[in-house]
């Protein structure tokens, strides 16, 4: 017996980084998996890669999550994992000064409106059996304020408070669902690839992004999905409305506010 076994499990934004090494993980541990992204030709090709199945979803989307619900009306684990920083596009003005409001408005939406959405079918999907576990990927940048990223740091700490009300919510209600936040810092994944590009001073880069982190490293996505299997697995039962840093011991200390 794997440690996921008998379970069936999707994750949001799982066509490539940390999503994708998760639907991997879950997969190794014996889970069903359904990996979904609004990328719909790299999530295919990852899913049958992984030997998962593939729908389409864009998270900021109720449209969307309603024909997960049809599609996938029983569920135990649930990863709201889909998350953009804002600069998928180039750099753009993200500080409290200068932000637009459509700019913080799309963070948002996937962001913040992506989760509530994720967390609402989840917890339809779970309460037939009335059990099940919730894993909202939220970030360091919940917990810190980023002068030059404002919607991703607020959009993080909403997903940080909202994990909380649902774990509450669920235990009120009498519903074994669990559910806790992750909150990584620096997991190289293409997320990053606007930031570092790949010039001469790449390297010179991710050593800068890197050096107050007091391990000196970027961490993995592997590394990350290993906690999400220990939250949707069964030895997770007594951990609800927790939040789990994952950054090299960043948050441990001082230096915890990014440049
Ligand atoms: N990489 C890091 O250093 C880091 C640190 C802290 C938190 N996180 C969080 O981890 C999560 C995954 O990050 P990553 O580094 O793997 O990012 P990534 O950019 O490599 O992958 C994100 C995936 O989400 C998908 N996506 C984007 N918008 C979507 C939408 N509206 N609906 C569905 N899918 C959508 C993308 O197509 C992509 O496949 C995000 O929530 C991110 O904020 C990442």
């Not at 576990?133 to 030059?148: H, L």
């Not at 774990?167 to 519903?175: D, E, K, P, S, T």
Request: aromatic residues 6%.
């Amino acid at each position: 017996m794997t440690r996921l076994t008998g379970k069936t499990c999707l994750v949001t934004g799982a066509a490539r980084g940390i999503g994708e090494a998760i639907a991997c993980a879950f997969i190794k541990e014996g889970a069903k998996v359904y990996v979904t992204d609004i990328e719909v030709a790299s999530g295919q090709k990852t899913a049958q890669n992984l030997g998962a199945a593939f729908l389409k979803l864009d998270v900021a989307s109720e449209t969307d999550w309603a024909q997960i619900a049809k599609a996938v009306p029983k569920l135990d684990v649930l990863v709201n994992n889909a998350g953009i920083t804002g600069f998928e596009d180039g750099v753009v003005a993200h500080d409290p000064e200068h932000a637009s409001l459509a700019d913080w408005r799309a963070v948002h939406a996937v962001n913040t409106d992506g989760t509530f959405l994720g967390c609402r079918y989840g917890i339809a999907a779970m309460r037939g059996r009335g059990a099940g576990a919730i894993i909202n990927i939220s970030s360091r940048s919940g917990m810190v304020g980023i002068p030059g990223a404002a919607a991703y740091a607020a959009s993080k700490a909403a997903i940080r408070n909202h994990s909380k009300t649902v774990a509450l919510y669920c235990a009120q209600n009498g519903l074994n669902i669990r559910c806790n936040s992750i909150h990584p810092a620096a997991i190289l994944t293409p997320m990053w690839e606007p930031m570092l590009g790949d010039g001469p001073d790449r390297a010179a880069r991710m050593k800068a992004f890197v050096a107050e982190t007091p391990m000196q490293r970027f961490g993995t996505a592997c590394e990350v999905a290993a906690l999400a299997v220990l939250l949707a697995s069964d030895e997770a039962a007594y951990i609800t409305g927790s939040e789990l840093t994952i950054d090299g011991g960043l948050l441990a200390g001082s230096a915890a506010t990014p440049g």
